[in-house]
């Protein structure tokens, strides 16, 4: 059984390695999530939903003029505690992120890495977002194989029924 980081690498090639894009994601993942706050969110590999945290001032609903007044200074200080906080999440959120596309992009052998780089919206789409890395090391681990090598997967065939 694999336990360190180390020993979790994402390959590409043949279908060996493709067996082992699950129990690798599976541990980095879970190291994400412990190492890093808001973790879960890159484990379900759904991001955070920023927009949802964000505060919404409300007014108040008081009938007298000095209900109001206190109510509305209620508010303001809920308010401004609820900012504070999620200006603190979406930081710590947006840093974290940036954490976990690095850790996965190590943990990515250097002919997957050289694949990745190459593909057309690597820049715009794929860098930094590691979420969207995890897709395209899946879709290189598990069908780079099927994909790539038809012509010789034919002829290990071919050869093992001359020998049989």
Same mark, same amino acid.
């Given at each position: 059984?694999?336990?360190?980081?180390?020993?979790?690498?994402?390959?590409?090639?043949?279908?060996?390695?493709?067996?082992?894009?699950?129990?690798?994601?599976?541990?980095?993942?879970?190291?994400?999530?412990?190492?890093?706050?808001?973790?879960?969110?890159?484990?379900?590999?759904?991001?955070?939903?920023?927009?949802?945290?964000?505060?919404?001032?409300?007014?108040?609903?008081?009938?007298?003029?000095?209900?109001?007044?206190?109510?509305?200074?209620?508010?303001?200080?809920?308010?401004?505690?609820?900012?504070?906080?999620?200006?603190?999440?979406?930081?710590?959120?947006?840093?974290?992120?940036?954490?976990?596309?690095?850790?996965?992009?190590?943990?990515?052998?250097?002919?997957?890495?050289?694949?990745?780089? $190459?593909?057309?919206?690597?820049?715009?789409?794929?860098? $930094?977002?590691?979420?969207? @890395?995890?897709?395209?090391?899946?879709? @290189?681990?598990?069908?780079?194989?099927?994909?790539?090598?038809?012509?010789?997967?034919?002829?290990? @065939?071919?050869?093992?029924?001359?020998?049989?």
């Amino acid at each position: 059984m694999k336990t360190k980081m180390s020993e979790n690498i994402y390959h590409i090639g043949s279908d060996t390695q493709a067996s082992e894009f699950l129990v690798n994601t599976k541990f980095i993942l879970n190291h994400m999530q412990s190492q890093f706050m808001y973790g879960q969110a890159l484990k379900n590999r759904t991001g955070l939903d920023i927009k949802a945290l964000e505060s919404r001032k409300t007014q108040s609903k008081a009938e007298g003029e000095e209900a109001r007044t206190d109510e509305d200074k209620s508010i303001d200080a809920i308010f401004k505690t609820e900012v504070t906080s999620f200006i603190k999440h979406k930081v710590t959120y947006k840093s974290n992120k940036g954490n976990a596309y690095a850790t996965q992009w190590k943990q990515c052998q250097l002919s997957l890495q050289n694949k990745i780089q $190459n593909w057309h919206d690597f820049d715009n789409k794929i860098k $930094n977002d590691s979420i969207e @890395l995890l897709m395209n090391i899946a879709e @290189l681990s598990l069908s780079y194989d099927e994909n790539c090598y038809k012509l010789a997967y034919q002829l290990r @065939l071919q050869e093992k029924k001359a020998k049989i």
